[in-house]
């Protein structure tokens, strides 16, 4: 909160040797941020300062709309292109809000994005990347993350909205994550290290939209993807030898990722017994992970506010660092308590 400027953006990049902040700016962390605000709104014992900073993120998001024939869609800075992930990701924070507050102000809001994203949706259950304004049609090529918050969102358009179809676009996402994407995308070690998959897989399985046999099967394969990244993580060791052997040290925003997905996936082995057997390592590693990332969080008495409480690698903290990172110890916090459920 300490990071968001005027107009309700949020400083992207800081860097704490120069003590300069970056003028890039990204409309997808935008929006995952928010999110994560109205996630602590509804979490932290109805966090005031949070709510007002998301709704403040959320005014921003607001004026950077692009409205069509019934269909709303977050657009970038420049307001050429308006990405999948951005609007699915606006929607999963609209979603938060809604059950924080149980204000449903934005509802109509909710279906407009959730009607964009359907249109970018392929007959194969795959998506485009964005919408080009300009020439009025849909952006072609792929993402590799997209397509999991869009599962994610739709669900979460499901729960909210029930009997208006949402679950069809969804179980459409979730079988082409499944069956599909690792090899359209040409993940060179599948499964793709997904945590918005996950998140959506566990949403599901939460609305009663019970997975497929294929679905569990790659669920199963995420829950070991993200346990042997946290496992090679708890014995990296605070020197070189260990930064060679295993690469230089995540970000906070990528333990964070790990750390979510954990957490998603946990939930959603308490759910479906095809997964029980790996409740126990689920929780373990997520407690593994969860410490590990506080460990690296920024407590100096001396930081400023920009500094504290922050996620640094080599001096530098990007705002997706917080968001990742404060959602992962949130879904932990709710593992640890042992509440499979994500409302407030």
């Known amino acids: 909160m300490r990071a968001q400027r005027d107009d309700g953006a949020y400083v992207y990049e800081y860097d704490s040797r120069t003590k300069t902040e970056s003028p890039l700016y990204n409309e ?30 959320l ?10 024939d019934g269909r ?3 657009l970038n800075p420049a307001g050429e292109q308006a990405s999948l992930g951005a609007s699915a990701l606006m929607t999963v924070g609209l979603a938060e809000r809604r059950l924080a507050t149980g204000d449903r102000r934005h509802d109509s809001l909710m279906r407009e994005l959730g009607a964009f994203m359907v249109g970018l949706q392929r007959p194969d259950g795959r998506f485009y990347v964005a919408y080009d304004p300009s020439a009025g049609q849909p952006v072609e090529g792929t993402s590799r993350y997209y397509p999991g918050e869009a599962l994610w969102a739709l669900t979460l358009l499901y729960r909210a909205f029930p009997g208006e179809g949402w679950d069809r676009s969804a179980r459409a996402a979730a079988d082409s994550l499944a069956t599909r994407r690792d090899e359209i995308e040409d993940v060179p070690f ?11 897989f566990a949403e599901m399985a939460a609305a009663g939209l019970t997975l497929t046999d294929a679905e569990a099967l790659y669920a199963r394969r995420l829950a070991r993807r993200f346990g042997f990244l946290v496992r090679s993580e708890s014995g990296r060791g605070d020197n070189r030898l260990g930064d060679a052997i295993r690469g230089p040290a995540p970000r906070g925003a990528g333990l964070g990722t790990w750390i979510e997905a954990l957490a998603g996936l946990w939930r959603l082995a308490e759910t479906d017994e095809r997964l ?7 929780y373990e590693r997520l407690a593994c992970g969860a410490g590990i990332l506080a460990s690296h969080q920024t407590l100096d008495a001396g930081a400023t506010a920009l500094e504290f409480g922050a996620w640094y690698r080599d001096g530098v903290t990007r705002m997706h660092d917080q968001q990742h990172a404060f959602s992962a110890m949130l879904y932990t916090a709710d593992a640890l308590e042992g509440r499979t459920k994500r409302e407030p």
């Open 190 to 200: 599948p499964p793709l290290a997904d945590q918005w998959t996950a998140y959506g």
């Open 276 to 282: 029980a057997d790996l409740r126990g390592p689920i």
């Open 72 to 74: 709303a869609a977050l």
């Open 59 to 68: 005014d921003w998001m607001i004026a950077h709309l692009l409205r069509r």
């Open 28 to 57: 997808v962390r935008h929006a995952g941020v928010t999110l994560t605000l109205f996630q602590a709104a509804g979490r932290l014992d109805a966090d005031v300062p949070a709510l007002a900073a998301g709704d403040h993120g």
